[in-house]
């Protein structure tokens, strides 16, 4: 697509829906019901991965996505008996490695993962600073055993 039938197709559009034009609304996302109950047309590329994927395009990303065959299975159950949300809530725990996670909403499944990636780069923040005060204090260390065992008479060294 060129820029030109983008900027008259699609940009006012997608200005208005994050309240740059127009009545400058702050429109609420929709929700996992509205998500799952909604249409997904041909060459389409929203709506809930678990309620409008088929189930082979679905496996496919699962095991893209490093989920062994075990949970896999148990994910594509939850989802061809209709339980979307449950599937998601799966997905999400064997992705994250968590328990007990509950997905309603595409904003909780962004904000339950964002704590959690936080977290393990605070931890692994945390861990590599340990690990440099560690090597710090060492160096220090080393250094002032350094500045002690030297006991060089400089008075003898002429200019």
């Avoid at 006012?12 to 909604?38: D, F, L, T, V």
Wanted: hydrophobic content about 30%; some cysteine; aromatic content about 10%.
């Amino acid at each position: 697509m060129d820029i030109e039938k983008f900027e008259k197709s699609y940009s006012y559009n997608i200005r208005h829906n994050y309240g740059k034009e127009g009545k400058r609304a702050n429109y609420a996302p929709q929700s996992c019901m509205k998500i799952i109950n909604g249409s997904v047309g041909p060459g389409e590329f929203h709506g809930c991965p678990f309620r409008h994927s088929d189930t082979v395009s679905l496996k496919r990303t699962l095991e893209k996505n490093n989920i062994n065959s075990i949970a896999a299975q148990e994910i594509l159950d939850l989802a061809k008996k209709g339980h979307y949300q449950l599937a998601c809530s799966a997905y999400f725990q064997r992705k994250h490695n968590v328990d007990s996670v509950t997905i309603n909403h595409p904003n909780v499944y962004f904000d339950e993962s964002q704590m959690i990636l936080v977290n393990k780069c605070i931890k692994k923040e945390f861990k590599n600073e340990s690990e440099n005060k560690t090597f710090i204090a060492k160096d220090q260390k080393q250094e002032n055993m350094w500045d002690d065992d030297m006991e060089i008479d400089f008075s003898a060294i002429e200019s």
